[in-house]
């Protein structure tokens, strides 16, 4: 083509220019407002578990005779690095070894405790961890105690006297028996749950819905008759994908246990089998869609409840677990110990995870990673030491927003889908309000294994500080995982400068990145 108008030229010119200039971020927003509060971040959504399974408690919490334990048979690298996560309520013995568990085995002189085959896991429990080991390692940490019954093969008058050994005041046969093992004083026990994925076909005294809801009414009205301060927690669906099954288990129990249940469980656990980091982390949609049925399941039965009371959800098993899951039966996946050794990845999903209990914060009330050490765990031991799996900093990060308001923050921006899902966004987020402090935490992950996102965060009650604190986790390897001496992923911590503009900014998020902004309000 022949120009005829040297003027031509730069408009000819300027779509290539455009194009060689670099590529901007995409764009999103976040608009948060103090005054669009969801719930209370309850202090339970940062609890953990414990099941003797593996080398979680021997070997992990208790290993008697070891250089590195206490007088007591607890490991002390352990119990130190327990405690800065904040493990706020601990759940045990289980777990599938809850459905077979006498708690009457596991208290009185160690020596004199009888070893039992363990029939969910395969193992011999020798019993030297019990009870009272457990209660002591509760008030060591400084979480509240929950205590699992045995809901499959265990009795009614079996759960009622665990209650009445831990909680008696009185000079009872159990409370006596409590007092001469050493403790004179209850140990208070107030959360229980009644019993554990007795749904599941894999559990040892699997029962109908009907059958389990009828049981765990009976239990629920003899532990209360012992001691009416308790909470109480249903075993709800143990699948994690809603099916017809799964929501007429959840009916029916709450149906039955309306009146006397404070909160329903779910147990949820995922993996990244196709290392497909998006569609790994796209699970929040099937995880919020399960917490939005379950909740709409909870105001049905409470339309009908004769004591009215709040009925709240439970995730009280939790986490990543697919690498340590080969073979078809109870047993032969024991034989791996559960022992997943967390990447970079994982502790993205579990930033994830946090993410929508916050959102749910109105009715998910507790939450328990499964499960504190070696199985599927934060911390990894061996004889001579242990190290924090990737997954240990978002828990203790996040868990330094219990108490908080959570926000329903507004946020939009770029999109990608999953299979037939609907879009779902590359930013995941969460946001709450400490009051006393004043501050905003806006947590943010970008799912994008690709692209760094700009976000535009906007606030609209209160003027934002010049100045944000910054924690950051991210890894040009998705893969890198920590080890014994090797800590190759691990959070950044810095503070960085706000250029405000009517009253917001705009922050870039890296791509495949976990991020907390801490904002002042004035």
């Given at each position: 083509?022949?120009?005829?108008?040297?003027?031509?030229?730069?408009?000819?010119?300027?779509?290539?220019?455009?194009?060689?200039?670099?590529?901007?971020?995409?764009?999103?927003?976040?608009?948060?407002?103090?005054?669009?509060?969801?719930?209370?971040?309850?202090?339970?959504?940062?609890?953990?578990?414990?099941?003797?399974?593996?080398?979680?408690?021997?070997?992990?919490?208790?290993?008697?005779?070891?250089?590195?334990?206490?007088?007591?048979?607890?490991?002390?690298?352990?119990?130190?690095?327990?405690?800065?996560?904040?493990?706020?309520?601990?759940?045990?013995?289980?777990?599938?070894?809850?459905?077979?568990?006498?708690?009457?085995?596991?208290?009185?002189?160690?020596?004199?405790?009888?070893?039992?085959?363990?029939?969910?896991?395969?193992?011999?429990?020798?019993?030297?961890?019990?009870?009272?080991?457990?209660?002591?390692?509760?008030?060591?940490?400084?979480?509240?105690?929950?205590?699992?019954?045995?809901?499959?093969?265990?009795?009614?008058?079996?759960?009622?006297?665990?209650?009445?050994?831990?909680?008696?005041?009185?000079?009872?046969?159990?409370?006596?028996?409590?007092?001469?093992?050493?403790?004179?004083?209850?140990?208070?026990?107030?959360?229980?749950?009644?019993?554990?994925?007795?749904?599941?076909?894999?559990?040892?005294?699997?029962?109908?819905?009907?059958?389990?809801?009828?049981?765990?009414?009976?239990?629920?009205?003899?532990?209360?008759?012992?001691?009416?301060?308790?909470?109480?927690?249903?075993?709800?669906?143990?699948?994690?994908?809603?099916?017809?099954?799964?929501?007429?288990?959840?009916?029916?129990?709450?149906?039955?246990?309306?009146?006397?249940?404070?909160?329903?469980?779910?147990?949820?656990?995922?993996?990244?089998?196709?290392?497909?980091?998006?569609?790994?982390?796209?699970?929040?949609?099937?995880?919020?869609?399960?917490?939005?049925?379950?909740e709409g399941q909870i105001r049905a039965a409470r339309n009908d409840q004769t004591r009215p009371h709040p009925i709240y959800i439970a995730f009280d098993e939790w986490n990543t677990w697919y690498r340590a899951r080969s073979g078809t039966t109870?047993?032969?996946?024991?034989?791996?110990?559960?022992?997943?050794?967390?990447?970079?990845?994982?502790?993205?999903?579990?930033?994830?995870?946090?993410?929508?209990?916050?959102?749910?914060?109105?009715?998910?009330?507790?939450?328990?990673?499964?499960?504190?050490?070696?199985?599927?765990?934060?911390?990894?031991?061996?004889?001579?030491?242990?190290?924090?799996?990737?997954?240990?900093?978002?828990?203790?990060?996040?868990?330094?927003?219990?108490?908080?308001?959570?926000?329903?923050?507004?946020?939009?921006?770029?999109?990608?889908?999953?299979?037939?899902?609907?879009?779902?966004?590359?930013?995941?987020?969460?946001?709450?309000?400490?009051?006393?402090?004043?501050?905003?935490?806006?947590?943010?992950?970008?799912?994008?294994?690709?692209?760094?996102?700009?976000?535009?965060?906007?606030?609209?009650?209160?003027?934002?500080?010049?100045?944000?604190?910054v924690w950051e986790m991210n890894s040009p390897d998705l893969k890198a995982v920590n080890d014994f001496g090797s800590e190759k992923v691990k959070p950044a911590v810095r503070t960085t400068a706000l250029a405000i503009s009517d009253n917001g900014?705009?922050?870039?998020?890296?791509?495949?990145?976990?991020?907390?902004?801490?904002?002042?309000?004035?």
């Amino acid at each position: 083509m022949r120009l005829q108008n040297r003027a031509m030229l730069p408009a000819l010119l300027l779509p290539l220019l455009v194009a060689m200039l670099p590529a901007q971020p995409p764009q999103a927003r976040i608009r948060i407002d103090t005054n669009r509060v969801i719930g209370e971040v309850h202090a339970h959504l940062f609890g953990n578990f414990a099941e003797h399974l593996g080398r979680c408690i021997y070997g992990g919490i208790f290993e008697e005779g070891s250089p590195l334990s206490d007088a007591e048979g607890y490991r002390k690298d352990v119990l130190e690095a327990v405690k800065p996560l904040g493990v706020s309520i601990l759940r045990w013995p289980g777990g599938n070894f809850a459905s077979g568990y006498n708690w009457m085995d596991g208290v009185g002189p160690r020596d004199q405790r009888p070893a039992r085959p363990d029939h969910a896991w395969g193992a011999l429990e020798s019993n030297r961890f019990g009870t009272d080991e457990f209660l002591r390692y509760c008030e060591r940490v400084g979480s509240e105690p929950y205590l699992c019954i045995n809901g499959g093969l265990g009795s009614v008058d079996s759960a009622r006297q665990w209650v009445e050994y831990c909680n008696e005041t009185r000079p009872t046969y159990w409370a006596n028996q409590r007092r001469k093992n050493g403790r004179e004083k209850p140990w208070n026990v107030k959360v229980w749950g009644l019993g554990n994925e007795i749904d599941g076909p894999w559990q040892l005294g699997h029962k109908s819905a009907e059958d389990y809801a009828k049981f765990a009414l009976q239990a629920a009205v003899a532990m209360r008759r012992q001691d009416d301060s308790i909470q109480l927690i249903a075993s709800g669906s143990s699948n994690f994908r809603p099916s017809a099954d799964w929501i007429g288990w959840n009916r029916t129990v709450l149906s039955h246990l309306k009146d006397e249940i404070n909160y329903i469980s779910l147990h949820t656990y995922i993996g990244n089998p196709d290392s497909n980091l998006e569609k790994y982390l796209a699970v929040s949609q099937d995880l919020d869609d399960r917490i939005a049925i379950v909740e709409g399941q909870i105001r049905a039965a409470r339309n009908d409840q004769t004591r009215p009371h709040p009925i709240y959800i439970a995730f009280d098993e939790w986490n990543t677990w697919y690498r340590a899951r080969s073979g078809t039966t109870e047993f032969e996946i024991a034989k791996t110990g559960l022992e997943e050794h967390y990447n970079f990845e994982d502790a993205l999903a579990t930033g994830m995870f946090l993410n929508s209990f916050i959102r749910h914060a109105n009715i998910v009330k507790m939450a328990n990673l499964a499960q504190l050490v070696n199985v599927i765990a934060p911390i990894f031991t061996n004889k001579q030491g242990m190290y924090l799996q990737t997954i240990y900093f978002p828990l203790r990060e996040y868990g330094k927003q219990r108490g908080n308001s959570s926000l329903d923050a507004q946020v939009t921006g770029p999109s990608y889908r999953t299979g037939n899902r609907s879009p779902l966004g590359y930013l995941d987020v969460s946001s709450t309000y400490n009051a006393g402090e004043k501050a905003v935490y806006v947590n943010v992950l970008n799912r994008s294994e690709k692209l760094d996102i700009s976000a535009r965060v906007d606030n609209v009650a209160g003027t934002i500080g010049r100045e944000a604190g910054v924690w950051e986790m991210n890894s040009p390897d998705l893969k890198a995982v920590n080890d014994f001496g090797s800590e190759k992923v691990k959070p950044a911590v810095r503070t960085t400068a706000l250029a405000i503009s009517d009253n917001g900014f705009t922050y870039l998020f890296p791509k495949h990145s976990l991020t907390i902004l801490k904002l002042k309000i004035q």
